[in-house]
Structures are given as C-alpha cells and as structure tokens.
C-alpha cells in the first residue's frame, strides 16, 4: 500500500521544512512520484528501480546520468510494514547528504504511517456510514445482504442486538467548514461525539446535518440521560445548542429505517413546538402532527383564522397556547399576558365570535389547540426548508 501522489507531495513538502538538499519520493516501481524539483515527478529513477529490485539498504550515486534519470545523491528504502514500499532520495554530495540520509527516512516512514493510518480510518469511516445509510433506507431487506453483513462485522456491529435511534440536531443549522478555524472546531466536535458514544457503548454517524446515535437498549431514562448531558456538554464545551427526537427499541435485529423515520418525526416535533428532546409516542399530537401533509395543515389553519391579518392571529396563537398549557386558568393567563381578567375574558369572546371556536368548550379548545399546532409546524417548514420529509419548502 502506497500514497497518493498529492499525499505523498505533503510528506516531501514538510520534510523539505527542515533540509537544504532536493528530495525525490519513489513508488514501489521506482518512478517519482513526488519531489521539491518538479520536473522531476513521474520519471522513473533507475537508482530506486535496484534498492527495490536487489533489496538494497542503501545506494549512493555519484554521477548524474540524465537518461538514468538519476543525479548525485543517497537513496534508502522506505519500509513499512516490514517491507519496502518505496525509496526516498536526498540530492547532493555524499559527505553532506550522509549525514542526515537516516534521519529523513525515519522521519518519511513515520509521516507515511500517519497518512497510511488516516487512510484507513478514513475507510472505516466511509464503511461505516454505508453501512448505516442502507440500515435506515426504507428497503427492509437491505440489512440481509452479504455486503451488509460483512460491512457490521468488520466493523464489530451487531445488527441483532436491540438498539435505540436518537437523532440529535444543531440548531440553528451548522454551515460548511471553509477557514482552518471552522475545520479545527468542526474537527474538535467530531472528537466530542466520539467521546460521549465510546463512553455510553453507543456509535454514530453524520447524515447532513444529523447526528443519529444508536443507542444500547431501550432504558428510556438511560437515554434520556445521555441525550441531556450531551446536549449540557455540547453548549459548555462547544457553544452549540441541539435538539434531539428518540424512538425507543427493545426489540432484537431493530428495523432501523422505521426507527429513523420516528425519531425524525420526535426531533421534527422537538423543533416545531420548543421541546430539546422529543421521544416518539404516537399518542403525542404533536408527533402524529408531522405525519399529515403540510397542505391540510395549511388549509385547517386557513379555514380556522379565515379573513385575519398576521398579526390578528399571532395575537389569538399566543392567547390559545397560553390558555391550553395553563389548563384554562384565567388567573394565570391574565398575568403572563399583562392582562386584566376582564380584557382576558373579552379577547376569548371575541376569539370565539370570530372563529366560532370557543376556548372554554373543551371540544372546541382542541380545535384551537389544532389549530395552533399545525400553524407551529408550518413555520418549521419555512424556517427549515430541508425537509426531507415533506419536500415542500413554505407553505405561509
């Protein structure tokens, strides 16, 4: 296993960093394929072609000789592995060259082995988020394949064991990393979500602009837990707020497609009406909620507030949802609205006149509650038009 050309370019610039002398970085075929003279790259060096060929520790040239491609220097195997997989050549006199010919080639070997280790965390990675792209895609049958199998048990994921879905979320969202500040945070975070999964036993991965944790079991204050101090530490150490929607799972081989729609739908919820996390419950109408089309949503809300300006039905909104979270207490509503009870008490007649809605029949506070659930959810879609759910972008 060798490097890329560009990688193998940024091991040469950064041992360049420290020596005067050219240096030439050959592939197992000898041919250069990254050097601080440039016009060298991509010829094939003779010199390197014998190390390799005749398991050579080490070789000096003395001449240059073009058609060789070769010029005064020191050239020494690279071994990694236990074998050489290419050749680093120091141009310049021998008496100079010698001197520091051991030391670049620790100091390439060592800087090959992080790259060769980066790359191979970079595949696990790339492994691991197929793998768990496919689990949550809707195709049931997806999780049966040998490709999928074989992706969970290199990765020491077992797919029989009973696993929870969280799914956490920044808000706001999270822009593309562009300047070395926004890589090194962006770097950082990742390191935090190691952290926090490898101390709970769970994994995750990224999807856009989601964090899906797959959780251990399904011990609702276990989870509730982590997700809590994980969002505490997300703020403390990183200043970033998230939201996060769970769907529970007991079961063995969990269907991780249906646990990702539903904990979609509790974040969904989260965000829609004010809540930092969310478990699904269908009961819950504000989960049951995300589960209609934003167009009836939209009509319900018309035909409820019909003829009102914006700001007419931004005052009945907060009006409802004070009344409903304070159990009708007229009391309570007076005060967190700076009201007096006989202004309150004409504001909810005049509700009612004007919608036919009247908040102090429970059937018909319902409707209002409905009502003011719906228009929450809309203003979700608008605020966040990467729904990838609904794919409507606003509806207000």
């Given at each position: 296993?060798?490097?890329?050309?560009?990688?193998?370019?940024?091991?040469?610039d950064e041992v360049g960093k420290v020596i005067s002398t050219d240096i030439n970085l050959m592939d197992a075929s000898g041919r250069i394929?990254?050097?601080?003279?440039?016009?060298?790259?991509?010829?094939?060096?003779?010199?390197?072609?014998?190390?390799?060929?005749?398991?050579?520790?080490?070789?000096?040239?003395?001449?240059?000789?073009?058609?060789?491609?070769?010029?005064?220097?020191?050239?020494?195997?690279?071994?990694?592995?236990?074998?050489a997989i290419g050749v680093v050549g120091l141009t310049g006199e021998f008496i100079e060259v010698s001197k520091i010919g051991q030391i670049v080639k620790r100091m390439t070997?060592?800087?090959?082995?992080?790259?060769?280790?980066?790359?191979?965390?970079?595949?696990?990675?790339?492994?691991?988020?197929?793998?768990?792209?496919?689990?949550?895609?809707?195709?049931?049958?997806?999780?049966?394949?040998?490709?999928?199998?074989?992706?969970?048990?290199?990765?020491?994921?077992?797919?029989?064991?009973?696993?929870?879905?969280?799914?956490?979320?920044?808000?706001?969202?999270?822009?593309?990393?562009?300047?070395?500040?926004?890589?090194?945070?962006?770097?950082?975070?990742?390191?935090?979500?190691?952290?926090?999964?490898?101390?709970?036993?769970?994994?995750?991965?990224?999807?856009?602009?989601?964090?899906?944790?797959?959780?251990?079991?399904?011990?609702?204050?276990?989870?509730?837990?982590?997700?809590?101090?994980?969002?505490?530490?997300?703020?403390?150490?990183?200043?970033?707020?998230?939201?996060?929607?769970?769907?529970?799972?007991?079961?063995?081989?969990?269907?991780?497609?249906?646990?990702?729609?539903?904990?979609?739908?509790?974040?969904?919820?989260?965000?829609?009406?004010?809540?930092?996390?969310?478990?699904?419950?269908?009961?819950?109408?504000?989960?049951?909620?995300?589960?209609?089309?934003?167009?009836?949503?939209?009509?319900?809300?018309?035909?409820?507030?019909?003829?009102?300006?914006?700001?007419?039905?931004?005052?009945?909104?907060?009006?409802?949802?004070?009344?409903?979270?304070?159990?009708?207490?007229?009391?309570?509503?007076?005060?967190?609205?700076?009201?007096?009870?006989?202004?309150?008490?004409?504001?909810?007649?005049?509700?009612?006149?004007?919608?036919?809605?009247?908040?102090?029949?429970?059937?018909?506070?319902?409707?209002?509650?409905?009502?003011?659930?719906?228009?929450?959810?809309?203003?979700?879609?608008?605020?966040?038009?990467?729904?990838?759910?609904?794919?409507?972008?606003?509806?207000?």
């Amino acid at each position: 296993m060798f490097l890329s050309r560009y990688n193998a370019q940024a091991i040469v610039d950064e041992v360049g960093k420290v020596i005067s002398t050219d240096i030439n970085l050959m592939d197992a075929s000898g041919r250069i394929i990254a050097s601080t003279d440039p016009k060298r790259i991509g010829q094939i060096h003779q010199g390197a072609v014998k190390i390799l060929n005749e398991d050579l520790l080490e070789l000096f040239i003395e001449y240059e000789d073009e058609a060789q491609h070769v010029k005064p220097g020191l050239n020494l195997p690279l071994n990694v592995g236990g074998k050489a997989i290419g050749v680093v050549g120091l141009t310049g006199e021998f008496i100079e060259v010698s001197k520091i010919g051991q030391i670049v080639k620790r100091m390439t070997e060592i800087l090959i082995r992080d790259q060769i280790d980066q790359l191979q965390i970079q595949r696990k990675e790339l492994i691991r988020d197929r793998l768990f792209e496919t689990l949550i895609s809707p195709d049931s049958n997806a999780m049966l394949t040998p490709d999928i199998l074989e992706a969970a048990d290199r990765l020491g994921f077992d797919l029989v064991r009973p696993r929870s879905l969280i799914i956490f979320k920044q808000i706001p969202e999270n822009s593309i990393a562009t300047t070395d500040f926004e890589y090194r945070a962006e770097f950082e975070f990742q390191r935090f979500w190691k952290s926090v999964c490898d101390q709970a036993q769970a994994v995750f991965f990224y999807r856009y602009h989601y964090w899906a944790v797959f959780f251990p079991g399904n011990d609702q204050e276990a989870i509730l837990t982590f997700c809590k101090s994980t969002i505490a530490m997300a703020i403390k150490n990183h200043g970033i707020s998230m939201k996060a929607g769970i769907s529970l799972s007991g079961q063995a081989s969990p269907n991780y497609a249906d646990a990702w729609y539903k904990a979609h739908l509790a974040l969904k919820s989260a965000q829609s009406h004010d809540h930092e996390i969310v478990i699904y419950d269908i009961r819950n109408l504000g989960i049951f909620l995300q589960s209609v089309d934003p167009a009836i949503k939209k009509e319900y809300i018309d035909k409820v507030f019909d003829g009102m300006d914006q700001k007419t039905i931004d005052s009945y909104l907060e009006l409802i949802k004070i009344y409903i979270t304070n159990n009708g207490s007229l009391k309570r509503c007076a005060e967190l609205m700076f009201l007096h009870p006989n202004t309150l008490q004409y504001r909810i007649k005049n509700l009612a006149s004007t919608t036919g809605l009247d908040l102090r029949n429970t059937s018909q506070s319902f409707l209002l509650y409905l009502a003011m659930l719906c228009y929450e959810d809309l203003v979700d879609i608008t605020n966040n038009p990467e729904n990838e759910f609904t794919g409507i972008r606003s509806l207000l």
